[in-house]
């Protein structure tokens, strides 16, 4: 499975970005796709993810401002980014895999990995 991220850049507080993820390869071990965050300093955290049947997770802090859809004819997930605070400034990875349920944040659980791409917000 290849993991091709695009998007990201820089906006000022309360913008919108999409940062989009296409897969490519054999998909029958995958379930999930997500997408991760790490700011600096900081451990990598679990931004949204979709399931294979349309099941979205969000982080409390991103709940109501991010949307996480999934076009299952391209495989491709799009992350619709808005009302961008300072603190959304992060690396951000596409991932995908099949996590177990009690386990679905761990980005070991996640055995595909996209390149990151950098969103930044100017206050």
């Known amino acids: 499975v290849q993991l091709q991220a695009y998007g990201g850049g820089l906006v000022q507080a309360g913008g919108s970005l999409r940062l989009s993820c296409a897969a490519s390869?054999?998909?029958?071990?995958?379930?999930?796709m997500a997408w991760y965050r790490q700011a600096p300093g900081k451990h990598r955290e679990l931004v949204a993810r979709i399931t294979s049947v349309g099941v979205t997770t969000y982080a409390d802090s991103v709940k109501g401002r991010f949307t996480l859809s999934r076009d299952k004819a391209k495989n491709t997930v799009n992350l619709e980014m808005s009302n961008l605070k300072p603190e959304d400034t992060a690396v951000y990875f596409c991932a995908a895999g099949r996590p177990i349920i009690s386990a679905i944040s761990r980005p070991s659980m996640y055995g595909y990995w996209g390149q990151g791409t950098q969103v930044t917000v100017s206050s």
């Open positions: 390869g054999s998909l029958i071990s995958v379930n999930n």
